[in-house]
């Protein structure tokens, strides 16, 4: 079993930054992503990272957010940049065990998830 734990959330101004973390034993051996989750939608990939860097951002955040992991301390970063107030949401960390590049952003090939840290932008 995978525990996952967050860090990072909080409350910032539109156009502020925030930097997520995920923590958990041996995630060096797995795909790792970060998901969001606002009231009344559904949860929805925001970045992936495979084993070997390869990477995947939604449109909706490319050119903000930066997703990167260190493989040593078992750690996934999210750096979001220029948020917005529709980035407001929970957002979770996961992990998967494949290794392919298929399906990167999306919840059915992850099988470990935070129980996630929520992120406030105000306008």
């Known amino acids: 079993q995978v525990q996952l734990v967050e860090s990072g959330g909080g409350s910032v101004q539109a156009g502020g930054s925030l930097r997520l973390s995920c923590a958990g034993s041996?995630?060096?051996?797995?795909?790792m992503a970060w998901f969001r989750q606002a009231p009344g939608k559904q949860r929805e990939g925001v970045a992936a990272?495979?084993?070997?860097?390869?990477?995947s951002l939604a449109d909706s955040v490319k050119g903000r957010f930066t997703v990167s992991r260190d493989n040593d301390k078992n750690t996934l970063y999210l750096q979001m940049n220029s948020l917005k107030p529709e980035d407001t949401a929970v957002y979770y960390c996961?992990?998967?065990?494949?290794?392919?590049?298929?399906?990167?952003?999306?919840?059915?090939?992850?099988?470990?998830w935070g129980q996630g840290t929520q992120v406030t932008v105000s306008s």
């Open positions: 996961a992990a998967g065990p494949a290794s392919d590049g298929f399906g990167l952003l999306s919840p059915a090939r992850y099988t470990y």
């Open positions: 041996g995630l060096s051996a797995f795909r």
């Open positions: 990272i495979l084993k070997d860097g390869r990477q």
